[in-house]
Nanobody
Framework: QVQLVESGGGLVQAGGSLRLSCAAS????????MGWYRQVPGKQRELVAA???????MYADSMKGRFTISRDNAKNTVYLQMNSLKPEDTAVYYC?????????????????????WGQGTQVTVSS
């Protein structure tokens, strides 16, 4: 029921920045819990960041401090601002909807990915 379209990928030099966008349609719209994942050949897909419908954010430890996830509920769009990019950030980045998570007084963390994926957008960081 949810359709996702990513954009914003491309080629950038190490130390540069990119901003990825994910436009969502259908489903719960602004109530969706969203995330960004990435995958490189030969490796499993890994979580980059997530944001709940209420605005709580979660990051993989290796991304924390460099990447920022945000959302514009009026536009049904989720963003991933990537700064200080490194060659090891090179991957296909996928938008994900309806992920599951758990929250406590210690914070929130992602339990599993949702069932809806975008087509992916390639990010290549040159050294």
């Amino acid at each position: 029921q949810v359709q996702l379209v990513e954009s914003g990928g491309g080629l950038v030099q190490a130390g540069g920045s990119l901003r990825l966008s994910c436009a969502a349609s259908g489903g719960s719209g602004s109530r969706n819990d969203m995330g960004w994942y990435r995958q490189v050949p030969g490796k499993q897909r890994e979580l980059v960041a997530a944001i709940t419908h209420s605005g709580n954010t979660m990051y993989a430890d290796s991304m924390k401090g460099r990447f920022t996830i945000s959302r514009d509920n009026a536009k049904n769009t989720v963003y991933l601002q990537m700064n200080s990019l490194k060659p090891e950030d090179t991957a296909v980045y996928y938008c994900n909807a309806d992920l599951s998570y758990s929250c406590s007084r210690y914070g929130c963390y992602v339990l599993s990915a949702g069932n809806y994926w975008g087509q992916g957008t390639q990010v290549t960081v040159s050294s």
